[in-house]
Structures are given as structure tokens and as C-alpha cells.
């Protein structure tokens, strides 16, 4: 995609994600890909500052004889979620209103 990806949307996208199911780190980035171009190196700290903020927790699960880092949702995550979803839903409808004309400054 042409347009750059905040870490503020790559937060809401991460909560977003591990609010429907827990899930780990290079599956997280395959979905984000979908809509940004982004790097472990921009994801991991990321999902550092989300775990450190008390949005997500953590744990580790044997998959295939090797462990994974799954990331799990918190009832603060589920809160900071829901505050994301209004900003971004306003942030949406100014930007339609304004490529529509009918949104100017005076």
C-alpha cells in the first residue's frame, strides 16, 4: 500500500487481531502485512510497548517441538481497543467527508 502505517494503527490492528484469538508474533506481522509493509524489527518492540502498557500479557506454548510467544488481549487491551475503534471511526469519517467537499475548515 502507498500510505504509511502509523505504530499508533499498527497497535489498534495488533489488538484487534488478538482480541479474536490469541495468537504470536509472525502470525500477527502476516496479517499486518496484508495492509503494511512492516518488519519484525517495527512489530516486536511494538508488541513490547502493548505487554509493558498491560494491554496484552504473554505465554509460551509448544508448537511443532518448538516454543511460541502467544499474545493475549487483557480487559485493559479490550478498553484501549474500544477507545482506538471511536478515534479511529472519527478519524475515517473526517477523511471521507473531507474527499466528499462536504468538510471544511473555515
Do not use: C
Not at 502498557?53 to 481497543?81: C, F, N, P
Request: hydrophobic residues 35%; aromatic residues 12%; without cysteine.
Amino acid at each position: 500500500m502507498y500510505f504509511p502505517t502509523s505504530s499508533t494503527v499498527i497497535e489498534f490492528l495488533i489488538l484487534a487481531i488478538v482480541e479474536k484469538e490469541d495468537s504470536y508474533g509472525y502470525e500477527i506481522s502476516q496479517t499486518i502485512k496484508l495492509i503494511a509493509n512492516i518488519k519484525e524489527s517495527t512489530l516486536y518492540p511494538i508488541l513490547k510497548k502493548l505487554e509493558s502498557a498491560g494491554y496484552v500479557t504473554t505465554y509460551s506454548q509448544e508448537h511443532q517441538g518448538r516454543k511460541r510467544k502467544y499474545y493475549a488481549i487483557t480487559d485493559l487491551g479490550k478498553a484501549q481497543l474500544a477507545f482506538l475503534n471511536k478515534e479511529w471511526q472519527t478519524y475515517t469519517t473526517s477523511i471521507s467527508e473531507i474527499l466528499k467537499g462536504r468538510l471544511r475548515h473555515d
